[in-house]
């Protein structure tokens, strides 16, 4: 049975704050052991994500939302940071082992010097390492304990351009709210929906957004690659604006692309058709929802042969042998993970938010994967946290332990 929310202690609340193109999520939620318990979420959609008032104002009212459910106050958030204007790049560091054999600290350093990046490359967001070498030895995952004389590193540094950081916090802060992380989207959707064993095998992770699609390859642990195209949703909602018989408005076909939008042609009716408003007061219109279909497949084959000749190009697909998991907004098209599957050759299934409880249904769709993902992020961080105070906390106990063993012997003896 879940815990009686006015048992809830404030430092264990967690908030996970997603800005997309086209919508707002802010969810409350609460580490549940290796899951994680949502409060409630505040949704809202954007319909204009370039305009600085608005986006602070719909935040607004999705924190107040939040705040006058659940009854708890909405301060300290991890949000979420993708777009074309992130870029991730792979850097090697090398250092010479000065006792002989990896220590904790060897690997530390070995990392922050792989990391050591330009300027010019952007500010950091995250550091992935990948697998270490030692001496003639590669693809150690992890070196601790073992003996050699040079210890190397190849990590992945996802960096975003500063200023696209610095509005991301103005806005959160303009709402009244706090920045803990910044977190990659791609990331965040990992947590909420790959597995363990995905993960091993190696998998890519295709979030398909109204702004920008992105792929993010995992193998282990480790992030190998990550590529973004800022042909997505939104690019198919234009399609359906300037592709039917009667010119209708952008929110009017993505509208209409909600409701009737399908990928599985061959399962519509030859004459199948839905109503479109007319221009000014000339009625409906009746169109082909054969067509609608025939639009929103061909951009959606593009995104995806996009995407798959990218990874070709960089070698990466004989690694992603656990096949693809597609999520964001996109995929509420029925079909479109057999596009997936015919366009890149592997297994795919849609991504749905995995390892949470008290959450609605509503809320049970890729398109939420980013905001649930972030309380997982969220989570696993506190519990880091947690271990290292502890951990802090028991060698300090030690060493007063040992002072007090010492004074005692001095006194006595």
């Known amino acids: ?54 986006v602070v104002e719909m935040l607004k009212q999705a924190a107040q939302t939040v705040e006058s459910i659940t009854g708890v106050d909405v301060h300290d958030v991890y949000v979420g940071i993708a777009g074309m204007h992130v870029s991730a790049v792979n850097y090697k560091g090398l250092i010479t082992l000065p006792t002989g054999e990896v220590r904790s600290q060897d690997i530390e350093m070995v990392k922050d010097q792989a990391s050591t990046i330009p300027e010019s490359a952007g500010q950091i967001i995250h550091v992935f390492p990948g697998e270490y070498t030692l001496d003639d030895q590669t693809g150690i995952r992890n070196p601790k304990g073992l003996n050699g004389r040079r210890l190397g590193v190849e990590v992945q540094v996802v960096t975003s351009r500063p200023s696209a950081i610095q509005n991301l916090d103005k806005c959160v802060r303009s709402a009244g709210l706090h920045t803990v992380e910044f977190v990659w989207e791609p990331l965040a959707a990992a947590y909420a929906v790959l597995t363990a ?30 590529a973004s195209l800022d042909i997505a949703g939104n690019s198919i909602t234009s399609d359906i604006s300037k592709c039917l018989k009667v010119p209708i408005s952008l929110s009017k076909a993505e509208e209409i692309k909600k409701k009737y939008g399908t990928c599985k042609i061959t399962n519509l009716n030859a004459d199948e058709t839905f109503p479109v408003p007319g221009v000014g007061e000339r009625g409906d219109v009746l169109c082909s929802r054969n067509l609608l279909a025939r639009v929103i497949t061909a951009r959606v084959e593009e995104i995806f042969k996009l995407l798959k000749k990218d990874l070709e190009k960089h070698g990466i697909v004989g690694l992603i042998n656990g096949g693809i998991v597609l999520t964001g907004g996109c995929c509420a098209l029925d079909g479109i993970d057999e596009i997936a599957e015919k366009v890149f050759e592997k297994p795919v299934r849609i991504g749905r938010p995995k390892g949470v409880s008290g959450i609605q ?8 994967a980013t905001g649930i993902g972030l309380l997982h992020y969220a989570a696993r961080q506190r519990s880091e946290n947690k271990k290292y105070e502890t951990g802090k906390q028991l060698t300090v106990s030690v060493k007063k332990g040992l002072q007090w063993l010492k004074d005692l012997v001095r006194t006595y003896f």
């Open 1 to 54: 049975m879940d815990e009686p929310r006015n048992e809830i202690r404030k430092e264990d609340l967690i908030f996970g704050l997603d800005i997309g193109a086209s919508k707002i999520n802010l969810f409350a939620g609460v580490a549940n052991g290796d899951s994680v318990r949502v409060l409630e979420c505040g949704d809202f959609p954007l319909t204009n994500a370039d305009e600085f008032d608005h």
């Open 197 to 226: 064993d995905e993960k091993e095998l190696g998998v890519a992770l295709v979030d398909v957004g109204a702004g920008t699609a992105d792929v993010a390859v995992f193998v282990g642990e480790s992030l190998r690659y990550t």
């Open 361 to 368: 249904d509503a809320f049970r769709k890729p398109s939420y």
